[in-house]
């Protein structure tokens, strides 16, 4: 006799950077990071997780309206996970869960190293692609100034700040 399951779910596991695996069903939307049997925390990241995640709303805000992607679709977590897995194609893992009904997000990104390296990775990316978009800006002035701004620019600062005023420990954390 066959074992009654939710139509559609899969049920499977995802293959991490480390070697080990972890089950599709363990992975909750408020899940930031997990202990992985290698003995390492593992970033988490979903599609429904908002970018206002790693920055302000308000710096989200501008991205959208100065980044066009090649999909069409509006600045978001996936184009920004898509940025990261770029340039960490070993350490990330990206998993298609569509067809996985039980899980409640489509997109699943599991990385080599901790939530709080991830968010310094997503910043430093970020500040990359703000300095590619000033470099091609016709004000050299504004460009100077947002060269001078980003040497100041403390990146761990940044992210033990902005962790502080957001609540990662609980699933509903909130846009800072």
């Known amino acids: 006799m066959s074992e009654p399951r939710v139509p559609g779910a899969r ?7 480390c070697g080990e695996s972890v089950a599709v069903a363990e992975l909750d939307m408020g899940v ?3 202990d992985c049997a290698c003995g390492a925390r593992h970033a ?8 206002s995640r790693f920055v302000p709303e308000s710096l989200v ?10 999909d069409g679709e509006e600045f978001d977590t996936m184009h920004l996970m898509g940025v990261v897995l770029e340039e960490f194609p070993e350490k990330i893992v990206a998993e298609d869960v569509s067809e996985d009904s039980s899980v409640g997000y489509a997109l699943l990104w599991i990385a080599d190293f901790d939530a709080r390296r991830l968010h ?3 910043v ?9 978009a000033v470099s091609h800006a016709d004000d050299t002035a504004t460009a100077s100034e947002f060269e ?7 990146v761990e600062e940044f992210v033990d700040r902005y962790r502080r005023e957001r609540d990662f420990e609980h699933e509903t954390d909130t846009p800072a």
């Not at 049920?11 to 950077?17: D, I, K, N, Y």
């Not at 001078?148 to 403390?154: I, P, S």
């Open 120 to 122: 310094e990775i997503v």
């Open 61 to 70: 805000a501008i991205l959208r309206e100065t980044i066009d992607s090649t």
């Open 32 to 34: 930031r990071e997990f």
């Open 148 to 154: 001078e701004q980003m040497h100041a620019f403390d």
């Open 44 to 51: 988490v990241v979903m599609d429904v997780h908002p970018p």
């Open 124 to 132: 430093e990316l970020i500040v990359e692609l703000m300095e590619h």
């Open 11 to 17: 049920g499977g596991e995802v293959s991490l950077p």
